[in-house]
């Protein structure tokens, strides 16, 4: 009879053991594995901007001699109309003067500055403008003003006597401050303007309506100037009451700057006028050359600020809460990307607006954060750019999905 032999219990249950902790670390493993693997960033797509859209307005210009109309800050807006060519510039070369005078001997605002002695040759210069049916205004013997005050003179009552007087004080005869003029012209590149001498008196003294819009300009930047010709009237000791010859001073915006007349030339106006548009002041400076007199060429004047006016507009880029991209995930949540605030810009006529929008990787995120940014490029405009934030939060999907999901949305299944 064969023995039969038993193996112990416990040697059978060994490898049954064995088997069920593999399979239970195993299944471990893989659930660990399925939570813990990271995803990859949500898918990202961009959205198409609709840029605004915007016209050029039509400006009013007169139909004689040559004008030129320009927004400062606003290049886009250099309008002209007329002729191209050098034109008279009549007693405008005043500002010149005022300039190159105050280049030699400047001024800070609210400052007198040196007195004047006016010597006999500056007093000579009244009869010698008087004779040619030129402005003057008195200088007695004896007189002394400050520089302020004979900038008042010359460039308010458009004195020629006090003009010819000024540069001659400043640079010690009229040659010497034909030179100054024709270095310092040549220095802010107005390079159509000719100066030969500080009246305007001199037909020869000439420039094109663009070049004096430049004028104009520089003018305006200095506060000294700037203060003279926005004076409407001035009291001046041995001259008297000094009323401003541009009678536009005051009316629809106007702050300046200065008339000019002579045969050559016609009624000539040099204007400059402010205005509130979208939150901002804007400065208009313009140049209207060879008008029949200053009351027609006045008129005109303002038919051209008003339209010129009329042609800004404020241009909104986007709303804030504007969508411009949109976040998806395997688990099928998403949200956009959406701007944080509105944005918008002031601008003159037409205007071409071109977005770009970055977005950032994003996995999960939460509502307001940023994400990206949106950059709009302006025709003539410093760039705008946004910010990107979630619109909504992107939350993780939870150890179920994951685990009934094994590895979907996660590096290696991008891989």
Known sequence: ???????????????????????????VAYLVAAALVPFSPASATTTRYAAPTSTVPALDFPGYGATAVEATDFPESLRTSGDEQRRSIASISKVVTALVVLDAKPLRPGQDGPSIAFTPEMQGLYAKYLAVNGEVAPM??????????????????????????????????????????????????????????????????????????????????????????????????????????????GIDGVEGIKTGTLDEAGACLLFAAQYERGGRTVTVVGAMLGGVDHDTLDGDVQRLLHSVADGFHVVTLTHGGQSFGTYSTPWKDGTDAVTRSAAQVLVWGRATVRATTELDAVTLGTKGERVGRVRFDVSDHDPVTVPLVLEQDIPDPGVWWRWTNPFQGTSADAA
């Open 1 to 27: 009879m064969s023995r039969v032999v038993r193996r112990p219990r416990s040697a059978v249950r060994r490898p049954v053991t064995i088997a069920v902790v593999a399979v239970l670390l195993l299944a």
């Open 140 to 249: 007695p013997a004896g007189l002394r003003l400050s520089e302020h005050q004979t900038l008042q003179v010359m460039l308010m009552k458009s004195a020629n006597n006090y003009a010819g007087a000024l540069a001659i004080w400043a640079f010690g005869s009229l040659d010497a401050y034909e030179e100054a003029a024709a270095s310092w012209l040549e220095a802010h590149d107005l390079d159509h303007t000719t100066i030969e001498e500080p009246t305007g008196l001199d037909a020869d003294n000439r420039s094109t309506a663009t070049d004096l819009v430049d004028l104009g300009q520089l003018a305006l930047a200095n506060p000294v100037v700037k203060e003279v010709v926005g004076t409407k009237t001035v009291s001046v000791p041995g001259v008297g009451d000094i009323e401003n010859s541009n009678k536009l001073l």
